[in-house]
């Protein structure tokens, strides 16, 4: 059973840093792909960055371009997203997502849409 578990979040001033956790039990990152989505409250759901685990090739939404970081450590399984600067705008509910992924088919199917397997999100606000 493919289980992803979010922590690290929390509440932080303007301009600070926050480092999230994905942990992921019931796979191996060989053949998934990882992504980072967030929520805030009255808009969409936004894809903000994307990893695969067999080439360690990255995307990233323009919105978090230069100021977030993704990576994947295989020895405790676990993927981070690494956030500095942080804006107001970037107070979220953050989500990860895992699934199978073996060409650009996959990967979009998971950094564009989503699909896959989800952890229970955990929250950021970022606020003076």
């Known amino acids: 059973e493919v289980q992803l578990v979010e922590s690290g979040g929390g509440l932080v001033q303007p301009g600070g840093s926050l480092r999230l956790s994905c942990a992921a039990a019931g796979f191996t990152f060989d053949d998934y792909a990882i992504g980072w989505f967030r929520q805030a409250p009255g808009k969409a759901r936004e894809g903000v960055s994307c990893i695969i685990g067999r080439d360690g090739r990255t995307s990233y939404a323009d919105s978090v371009t230069g100021r977030f970081a993704v990576s994947i450590d295989n020895a405790k399984n676990t993927v981070y997203l690494q956030m500095n600067n942080l804006k107001p705008e970037d107070t979220a509910v953050y989500y990860c997502?895992?699934?199978?992924?073996?060409?650009?088919?996959?990967?979009?199917?998971?950094?564009?849409?989503?699909?896959?397997?989800w952890g229970q999100g955990t929250q950021v606000t970022v606020s003076s």
């Open positions: 997502v895992g699934s199978e992924a073996y060409n650009d088919n996959d990967y979009a199917d998971l950094c564009d849409r989503g699909f896959g397997s």
